[in-house]
Structures are given as structure tokens and as C-alpha cells.
């Protein structure tokens, strides 16, 4: 069965120096809930959803392998920070992004 990448997403970068975000590459993911908490901070509930961006491989997300940090990922209004990058087996054929939700 043939995945659908039905989901647009932008990854952004940001800038060491100015801290600025810009868009890094436009893709088209399947997408998944992988896992939600809540954690009590500074008086307050909070609640902590994680998504998985599954995407067709491409050269540029390379950038992501070793040092996801500076990244993240837009999705429907929300951001979530990069946490993990996966090419299994480096088969170069789909990259699956962890993004966890933030701000």
C-alpha cells in the first residue's frame, strides 16, 4: 500500500546569530500522533502533544541527521520543535521527523 503525503509542512531554521526563523524547505508528510503528556511548570498544567512528519527523503534534510535543534516544523498554525530525525536503514527513500509541540 502506497503512503499518502497529503499534509503541507514548512521546516524552518533559525539563525544562530539573529535568532530568526525562515523556511527551509516546503514538503508534503503523513502525519501521526505519537505521544501527549501533561507536566506541571511554573503553576500550571501544561499539556505536551508529539507528531511524527513521515516525508519522502530528499538531499536537503540531510541538514537535520546530526543536529535537529535549530529546526522546526509548521503544521496547521502550531510549531513543534524537531526532536528526532530517522532514515531507516539510510535508504534514503522516507524520513520521519519527531516534532514535539511548543509556544
Known amino acids: 500500500m502506497a503512503r499518502t503525503y497529503d499534509k503541507p509542512i514548512t521546516v524552518q531554521v533559525?539563525?544562530?546569530?539573529?535568532?530568526?526563523w525562515t523556511d527551509h524547505l516546503h514538503l508534503h508528510a503523513q502525519v501521526n500522533k505519537t505521544g501527549g503528556g501533561t507536566s506541571y511548570n511554573a503553576g500550571a498544567d501544561q499539556y505536551h502533544v508529539s507528531l511524527t512528519f513521515r516525508v519522502r527523503y530528499c538531499s536537503q534534510l540531510e541538514e537535520l541527521r546530526y543536529s535537529p535543534q535549530p529546526y522546526r516544523v509548521l503544521y496547521r498554525g502550531h510549531t513543534f520543535k524537531v526532536t528526532d530525525y530517522d532514515d531507516f536503514q539510510e535508504q534514503h527513500k522516507e524520513v520521519?521527523?519527531?516534532?514535539m509541540l511548543y509556544g
Open 96 to 99: 520521519v521527523l519527531v516534532g
Open 14 to 20: 533559525q539563525d544562530p546569530e539573529t535568532e530568526l
